[in-house]
């Protein structure tokens, strides 16, 4: 089983930048998948992100491409989202999730094990 938490949202001007970081303990994090998801108000949760168990592979939905940068410290056991030239439709609560396959397909699968999200505003 896989424990999440997650820290790093808050209020942030449109441009501005954050960190979000993913505390993970289990044994079975080393060896999975793990994305990055968030749901805005009267809205489904989405997917934003995804890793693979070495780091080395990502995806991400088109909306924040070439803005926000998913990675993970395989020894600590972090995975972060950081997230570049913020706007407005970026608010919502962000959750860590392990992904329920691979991370190649952790846009249509989703993930299946959810920190308890952190708020992300972006005013304009």
């Known amino acids: 089983q896989v424990h999440l938490v997650e820290s790093g949202g808050g209020l942030v001007q449109t441009g501005g930048s954050l960190r979000l970081s993913c505390a993970a303990s289990?044994?079975?994090?080393?060896?999975?998948?793990m994305g990055w998801f968030r749901q805005a108000p009267g809205k489904e949760r989405e997917f934003v992100a995804s890793?693979?168990?070495?780091?080395?592979?990502?995806t991400y939905v088109d909306s924040v491409k070439g803005r926000f940068t998913i990675s993970r410290d395989t020894i600590n056991h972090i995975v972060y989202l950081q997230m570049n030239s913020l706007k407005p439709e970026d608010t919502a609560v962000y959750y860590c999730?392990?992904?329920?396959?691979?991370?190649?397909?952790?846009?249509?699968?989703?993930?299946?094990?959810w920190g308890q999200g952190t708020q992300v505003t972006v005013s304009s």
């Open positions: 999730g392990r992904c329920k396959t691979t991370y190649y397909y952790c846009s249509t699968a989703g993930g299946d094990t």
């Open positions: 890793v693979d168990w070495s780091g080395r592979s990502t």
């Open positions: 289990g044994r079975t994090f080393s060896s999975s998948a």
